[in-house]
């Protein structure tokens, strides 16, 4: 007699596969309110592969093609697989150097004709597989420098590749990596010393080398005297407190002006200082000098359009007010006042269209998804698992944090997508391989896989 089979859809997480079907959803809703006119005939569009909804609709159809693929596959092919994945996913950044296709000013893209295809984006997939292979292997002792360096390694080379193509947005992803190498027992010290860092450079931004020199001095005078009694029992506080000084005052005095002036692109660094309101102290003044008045004015047109993207996003979100103006209503998104804003800038639709509840919503929404995806990484057995649970995470949290505060003038703009929502073939390929690894792998959470 015949039986349905019960072990279809199985040890399936279907909380995080629902999230996911919502979030593309809601994302196909943004990007249709952001190019809807009401000229268009709504079926004709949707299913002419020419607007950008459409596109989106197809990508989903595909992305679920290969969700099915993945879900009805072996956990096993993945831990096989990883060391190789990212030895491709390395090859095929490398290719763009020779192939790629140059978009706003990064040659990261290969043209397949269809849709263009961003290995940078692909290899974090890869890149969180081979840091669980690794993190994984038996004779693993992570306390020790040597694995710390090599996971470093794995984690940042993609990032290394990226920066070279121009493409430094995405290549600040791959710090994400931190917060799973941290899970596996990364000394604190490292991200005490990465936030100390981020602050000073902050602080940088803000005030003047030469008073940032004189404070950081005056501080360590002050740990000095606060400390003289276990200084005068031994002077290994002596030597910390001096040793930090040094490095501070090292990386205030000489790192930050020299990556503002010769890792930074100009206009990566006027960026940066227009998002705290101040002029860019490390600009080459000489330069400014030898130029004439129509390259001044040239340069300073090209300075007013690098902060047009976040005023138009600011005056889009606050348009919107507590409740919002209505789906297809927003008069910043149907005036096509904000650029961009189908891929890096989705989330001013939802603030203009569904206002500050709408907003908050959906944040909470991926709060949930993000909790769900660490409630998933603390119920396996495997250590692969675990690790590539918390990888998805950090990466989702990641660019959910920093595209909204880019959308919302509280980081630079760095071309960083909103997870499932912005539009984009790479974008929600990556994503959903990303989610749909780690539901077949939970599902296989009896099984140790290394």
Aim: aromatic letters at 14%; charged letters at 15%.
């Amino acid at each position: 007699m015949y039986q349905k089979n019960p072990t279809i859809g199985k040890g399936f997480d279907w909380i995080l596969i629902w999230l996911f079907v919502i979030f593309v959803m809601v994302g196909l809703l943004c990007i249709f309110s952001v190019e809807y006119r009401t000229t268009d005939n709504v079926i004709e569009s949707f299913l002419g592969f020419k607007k950008n909804y459409s596109k989106q609709l197809f990508y989903f159809i595909a992305c679920i093609i290969l969700a099915a693929f993945i879900l009805l596959s072996d956990s096993k092919l993945f831990t096989a697989t990883a060391n190789i994945s990212y030895l491709i996913g390395i090859v095929l950044i490398l290719a763009t150097f020779v192939i790629g296709k140059e978009i706003k000013g990064s040659k990261s893209w290969i043209p397949l004709g269809f849709m263009n295809l961003q290995p940078v984006e692909l290899c974090k997939i890869f890149t969180s597989l081979a840091l669980a292979k690794y993190l994984s292997m038996l004779d693993m002792d992570f306390r020790k420098s040597q694995s710390q360096i090599i996971a470093a390694a794995i984690s940042f080379a993609p990032a290394a590749l990226s920066i070279m193509q121009g493409e430094t947005g995405l290549a600040l992803v791959y710090f994400s990596f931190l917060i799973p190498m941290y899970r596996e027992g990364l000394p604190p010290g490292y991200l005490i010393t990465g936030a100390a860092m981020a602050i000073l450079l902050i602080a940088s931004l803000l005030f003047s080398t030469k008073v940032l020199l004189i404070a950081l001095a005056c501080i360590g005078l002050i740990f000095i005297y606060f400390n003289r009694r276990q200084i005068k029992r031994s002077t290994t506080m002596l030597a910390w407190i001096i040793s930090i000084w040094a490095f501070c005052s090292v990386f205030v005095g000489i790192v930050v002006p020299f990556a503002f002036k010769h890792v930074f692109k100009p206009y990566q660094a006027d960026r940066i200082f227009s998002m705290v309101g101040v002029d860019n102290p490390f600009a080459d003044k000489n330069a400014v000098n030898i130029v004439n008045l129509e390259e001044q004015k040239a340069k300073q047109k090209k300075s007013d359009q690098q902060n047009y993207n976040v005023k138009q996003s600011k005056i889009a979100i606050g348009s919107g007010g507590l409740l919002g103006k209505g789906f297809l209503k927003g008069t910043q998104t149907q005036g096509d006042f904000v650029p961009e804003q189908h891929t890096d800038f989705i989330f001013t639709s939802v603030g203009e269209n569904f206002g500050f509840w709408g907003s908050t919503l959906l944040m909470l929404m991926y709060m949930g998804l993000i909790f769900r995806i660490i409630a998933v990484a603390e119920r396996q057995r495997s250590t692969f698992s675990r690790v590539y649970a918390y990888s998805v995470a950090s990466i989702i949290f990641f660019h959910v944090a920093v595209n909204i505060c880019v959308t919302i003038g509280l980081a630079p703009v760095i071309g960083i997508t909103l997870p499932l929502i912005s539009y984009g073939g790479s974008s929600l390929l990556t994503f959903t391989i990303l989610i749909f690894i780690l539901i077949r792998l939970d599902a296989d959470r009896q099984m140790v896989l290394r």
